[in-house]
């Protein structure tokens, strides 16, 4: 017996274009519809869900044993603005960036959250070049451009090697796991952090303008390029995908993302990647009715 699928109408949008076709060849399409508004920074939603539904599920993760792992909008916006509290006690900022080295997680959305929320910039590295790699060669070249203050690599013992080859006393190691010789500060110790009144300044001096991080081509025609990532780009470009797609507006939407290592590497991320792009979904869409959500998590990553 064959099941049959289960299909059902949403609402998306048609894909209808205005064309302005220049005498010398060119054409600029745009859309017909006006981009509706849009926070001046991602962070904005996380606070708004975080005090309109604070106890509903934001992100989730399967541990070693299957079950799922699960975090609040609540319990988000306070760990992210401990980990912000602590990624300024370190002087961290545009020029001080940090690197994040391993693949989607909570922990992962989290300091990338917290980068957003203080404005230090941040750097998704796709967790091949450390991994994948025997020379590192593109891992090196990326060390070499970034000087990263702070890298971020979850399993430590995983990612010992490559960063034996490239860490020096400039860079300060975060890992939930710890490795063998290196030296690591706890991300729990991050997260244990009391938030102070210069994470919400530091909070309201980020503007659209604000670079939000950088994210580097895959390389595959020459070195990697850092492409540039501004707080209005992240925004526009979620309302501009709520807009297409309205069903997101009408429900909140339970998103999986599967990406294990990527350049996109961050919780659908949010991840976009987060932090890859599932979890700006629910951050950018009105009308959350947290009483609806469908079994069985708002964000499945992993």
């Keep these: 017996m064959s099941l049959r699928p289960q299909i059902r109408k949403v609402n998306v949008l048609g894909a209808e274009a205005i064309f302005d076709r220049r005498p010398d060849g060119t054409i600029y399409v745009k ?3 006006p981009l509706g508004a849009y926070p001046e920074k991602l962070t904005e939603r996380l606070v708004h869900w975080a005090t309109q539904t604070p106890n509903s599920i934001f992100l989730a993760q399967r541990d070693s044993a299957g079950a799922w792992r ?8 306070q760990r992210v603005r401990a980990i912000a509290q602590a990624l300024l006690d370190r002087k961290l900022d ?10 989607n997680s909570i922990e992962h959305a989290l300091m990338a959250l917290a980068c957003m929320y203080s404005g230090v910039l941040y750097v998704p590295i796709s967790p091949s070049y450390s991994l994948a790699s025997t020379e590192l060669t593109t891992l090196r070249y990326l060390w070499q451009k970034l000087e990263p203050a702070l890298a971020f690599a979850a399993e430590g013992e995983v990612f010992e090697k ?3 080859a490239i860490l020096d006393s400039r860079t300060e190691l975060v890992t939930i796991t710890s490795p063998q010789s290196l030296h690591a500060t706890s991300f729990d110790q ?3 952090v009391t938030a102070r009144a210069d994470v919400d300044e530091a909070h309201a ?6 670079i939000a991080k950088v994210l580097f081509t895959s390389g595959s025609t020459g070195a990697p390029k850092g492409v540039i990532t501004t707080q209005r780009m992240l925004c526009s470009n979620q309302e501009m995908l709520r807009t297409v797609m309205a069903f997101l507006a009408d429900e909140p939407p339970v998103l999986c993302d599967w990406l294990p290592g990527t ?3 961050e919780v659908a991320t949010i991840s976009e990647s987060f932090f890859t792009t599932a979890a700006r979904f629910i951050w950018i869409k009105e009308n959350p009715h947290p009483q ?6 708002p964000i499945c990553v992993k």
């Design 292 to 297: 609806a959500l469908p079994p069985p998590l």
């Design 205 to 210: 001096r980020v503007t659209p303008d604000t």
């Design 31 to 33: 859309s017909p519809r």
């Design 190 to 192: 991050l997260c244990n």
């Design 70 to 77: 699960t975090i609040t909008y609540a319990q988000t916006l």
């Design 162 to 164: 490559p960063l034996e």
């Design 263 to 265: 350049t996109r590497s």
């Design 94 to 103: 545009a020029t001080k960036p940090v690197a994040i080295l391993s693949g």
